[in-house]
């Protein structure tokens, strides 16, 4: 089943629902903001195993109009899941998702928490002021020099100081040429970020299946307007999801999302489990054990 669902604010939602009909739903929450969900996401959710259900985000991959920025706000896409669910005619899900995705599940349970039978999670990202400025100020040059530096390098030295700023300018109002440009290079840093990858020759074609022009304007253009949320929202609100099962999957080496924030959540949630292993944010480790987590909550 695909099909795309009117939300608001002129938005349409693109969604697939794929699989064995009768277990229990779970649904991929893809990060970025804005990255959409790709093949590769789907070959995690063995079709004979699960009833998953994967959407692109507002703005994002094949949902419409693609690159809006209308109502694109956290809120907003928290209400678009629950109107997704009641259109499928879902009682209760399962949520699964890795980095914003894993950031924005938090906050649709902290909402319908009576709507969430388990949460998986990967690469744990809490949406802070201080999360959002490590990755853009210059810290991920500690461990990646090189991937910052090609990141930093398409803006003038004026403007390293708010580079978001400068991007995001780039993105929404530059010549043709250049937000094509300002898109890939943010894409491509995340992505290396994410591997640990530095060459362009082996990440162009990764950065290319992506939405990636939705991922690098939304993610700007939310970190710009720090998640549209207030500052720990998810701690604050920890405790309405205390009896959903919950399992965090974190890397030690994450130069994203550090472990500092999954640590945090496992304080404010002790019955949740935690899985640390020496790893990058999307690291071959983490993957593999976010679907066996994921498998394990679906009871498949």
Do not use: C, W
């Given at each position: 089943m695909l099909g795309f669902l009117q939300v608001s604010d002129g938005h349409q939602l693109y969604?697939?629902?794929?699989?064995?009909?009768?277990?229990?739903?779970?649904?991929?929450?893809?990060?970025?903001?804005?990255s959409g969900f790709t093949q590769r996401h789907k070959k995690l959710f063995d079709p004979n195993r699960y009833d998953a259900v994967f959407y692109d985000q507002r703005g994002s991959g094949k949902s419409r109009p693609y690159l809006s920025l209308e109502g694109n706000t956290t809120q907003n896409l928290i209400d678009n899941i629950e109107k997704l669910r009641a259109h499928l005619k879902i009682e209760k899900w399962v949520l699964a998702g890795a980095s914003w995705g894993a950031t924005l599940a938090l906050l649709y349970a902290e909402a319908y928490p009576g709507r969430v039978a388990g949460l998986s999670l990967m690469s744990i990202f809490l949406a802070t002021h201080a999360e959002s400025l490590r990755f853009v100020d210059g810290s991920t040059a500690d461990t990646f020099p090189e991937i910052w530096n090609r990141f930093a390098?398409?803006?003038?030295?004026?403007?390293?100081?708010?580079?978001?700023?400068?991007?995001?300018?780039?993105?929404?109002?530059?010549?043709?040429?250049?937000?094509?440009?300002?898109?890939?290079?943010w894409a491509l840093y995340d992505i290396a970020l994410s591997t640990g990858e530095y060459s362009e020759e082996v990440l162009a074609p990764v950065v290319r299946a992506l939405s990636y022009r939705s991922l690098a304007l939304m993610t700007a253009y939310y970190i710009e307007n720090?998640?549209?949320?207030?500052?720990?929202?998810?701690?604050?609100?920890?405790?309405?999801?205390?009896?959903?099962?919950l399992s965090i999957v974190q890397g030690s080496r994450d130069p994203i999302t550090p472990p500092e924030a999954a640590q945090k959540l496992h304080r404010a949630l002790p019955r949740a489990r935690l899985l640390m292993y020496e790893d990058l944010h999307a690291g071959e480790q983490l993957v593999n054990r976010f679907v066996s987590e994921t498998a394990r909550l679906c009871g498949v």
């Open positions: 969604y697939e629902r794929v699989g064995k009909p009768g277990g229990t739903p779970v649904l991929f929450v893809h990060g970025g903001p804005g390098a398409f803006a003038p030295l004026d403007f390293r100081s708010n580079i978001v700023a400068y991007y995001l300018e780039r993105m929404r109002t530059g010549t043709d040429t250049e937000q094509e440009r300002a898109a890939y290079l720090d998640f549209f949320l207030s500052e720990n929202a998810i701690l604050q609100n920890a405790g309405a999801i205390a009896r959903i099962p």
